[in-house]
T-cell receptor, first 112, second 114 residues
Framework: DQQVKQNSPSLSVQEGRISILNCDYT??????FLWYKKYPAEGPTFLIS?????DKNEDGRFTVFLNKSAKHLSLHIVPSQPGDSAVYFC???????????FGSGTQLTVLP | KAGVTQTPRYLIKTRGQQVTLSCSPI?????VSWYQQTPGQGLQFLFE???????NKGNFPGRFSGRQFSNSRSEMNVSTLELGDSALYLC?????????????FGPGTRLTVT
């Protein structure tokens, strides 16, 4: 049973435009959400996180939105750059647990 | 600060053998988590250690085990290797923020079982 889902395996965006990556979860007990970027043969790199008490968090070009009623979160990257091309994973955790449940990832390609 | 380090980076083993992977967390981090990444199953949680005690365990067979030392360095061991154990094994150390734990990953150990 996949508790965290990323239904789009890939996304292509033109350089300078907005990239929107989506993630859905089924476990309503999750209360902390994170986005990671991953290049092949490397470990995931932490991008941004959000607590369930918030609905938006921004860090530079990255903004994460959380809709608890829909059990949905999204990552917006504005403007998109070719260096953003990577696999993006969303992850969720429960309270003080240091165990992350990951989605299957979305391959983002930013075209120059 | 130095990041999470993992050794070795690449490993080739034969079915039936055992393997030990090592992870050094970011200085000051006391929690170490291990994950397995495969093309079919994605990123899956193996176990987590905090202050030398296993706190959480994922849904993996008993062939997968780990430990943590007093300096927070951690090792994971896989015994009686199977072809399906071929994967990228990732270690992460955790930093407590106001709202939750952020995990920072090492580069991984690529294990190939032949």
């Amino acid at each position: 049973d996949q508790q965290v889902k990323q239904n789009s395996p890939s996304l292509s965006v033109q350089e300078g435009r907005i990239s929107i990556l989506n993630c859905d979860y089924t476990n309503s007990m999750f209360d902390y959400f994170l986005w990671y970027k991953k290049y092949p043969a490397e470990g995931p790199t932490f991008l941004i996180s959000i607590s369930s008490i918030k609905d938006k968090n921004e860090d530079g070009r990255f903004t994460v939105f959380l809709n608890k009623s829909a059990k949905h979160l999204s990552l917006h990257i504005v403007p998109s750059q070719p260096g953003d091309s990577a696999v993006y994973f969303c992850a969720a955790s429960l309270g003080s647990a240091r165990q992350l449940t990951f989605g299957s990832g979305t391959q983002l390609t930013v075209l120059p | 600060k130095a990041g999470v380090t993992q050794t070795p980076r690449y490993l080739i083993k034969t079915r039936g053998q055992q393997v030990t992977l090592s992870c050094s967390p970011i200085s000051g981090h006391r929690s170490v988590s291990w994950y397995q990444q495969t093309p079919g199953q994605g990123l899956q949680f193996l176990f987590e250690y905090f202050s030398e005690t296993q706190r959480n365990k994922g849904n993996f067979p008993g062939r997968f085990s780990g430990r943590q030392f007093s300096n927070s360095r951690s090792e994971m061991n896989v015994s009686t290797l199977e072809l399906g154990d071929s994967a990228l094994y990732l270690c992460a150390s955790s930093l407590l923020r106001r709202d939750g734990y952020e995990q920072y990953f090492g580069p991984g150990t690529r294990l190939t079982v032949t």
